[in-house]
C-alpha cells in the first residue's frame, strides 16, 4: 500500500510540475491544501493559506520567462506514515529568463503532504538554495549535483 501511494505522490508532483511547463497555473496551484504554507524561492519568506494558493503571483512570474520553464524533482524520496507524507530532493528549473538569458538552477525540495477524501494534498511546501559561507550573503546558485 505505501508503494502505491508513494506512486500517486510522485504522479502529483510530475502534474504539477507538468502544469507549471504548460503556464497552467490553476492546475498547479490545485494541489496545494486551503491551509497550506509556502517557503519559495522568491519573497516573501511565507506565504499561507489563499495567498499561496493565488494564481495571480505565479502568472506573473511565469511572464518573466521567454517561453515555458521546466521544473523537475527528478528522484524524489517519499516517506508515507497514514495520511501523512513528505517528499524531498533535488529540484531543478530550467528556461530562458526575459533579459537575464538561460537558467539552469538546482535547489533544495522539501513536500509535506496530507491525505483527504479526494487524495493526496500539498500542505507545506519548501524550497531554498544554499548560502554562500563566506560572508557574502549570496546564494549559492551555481551548485549541480
Not at 506512486?7 to 502544469?19: E, K, S, V
Not at 503532504?113 to 546564494?139: F, T, Y
Amino acid at each position: 500500500m505505501a508503494g502505491m501511494e508513494a506512486r500517486a505522490i510522485r504522479d502529483l508532483i510530475d502534474a504539477r510540475n507538468d502544469a507549471v511547463r504548460a503556464g497552467d497555473t490553476a492546475r498547479a496551484m490545485a494541489a496545494m491544501a486551503k491551509d497550506v504554507v509556502t517557503f519559495d524561492l522568491a519573497p516573501p519568506l511565507q506565504l499561507a493559506g489563499a495567498p499561496a494558493r493565488d494564481t495571480a503571483g505565479m502568472e506573473e512570474w511565469l511572464a518573466t520567462w521567454d517561453g515555458p520553464v521546466s521544473v523537475v524533482m527528478p528522484e524524489p524520496t517519499v516517506v508515507v506514515e497514514g495520511d501523512i507524507a513528505f517528499a524531498h530532493g533535488l529540484s531543478r528549473m530550467r528556461g530562458v529568463k526575459r533579459g537575464e538569458g538561460p537558467i539552469d538552477l538546482w535547489y533544495r525540495s522539501t513536500l509535506c503532504l496530507k491525505r483527504g477524501p479526494d487524495g493526496w494534498s500539498l500542505l507545506h511546501e519548501h524550497h531554498s538554495v544554499p548560502m554562500k559561507m563566506d560572508g557574502s550573503g549570496l546564494a549559492a546558485t551555481d551548485l549541480h549535483p
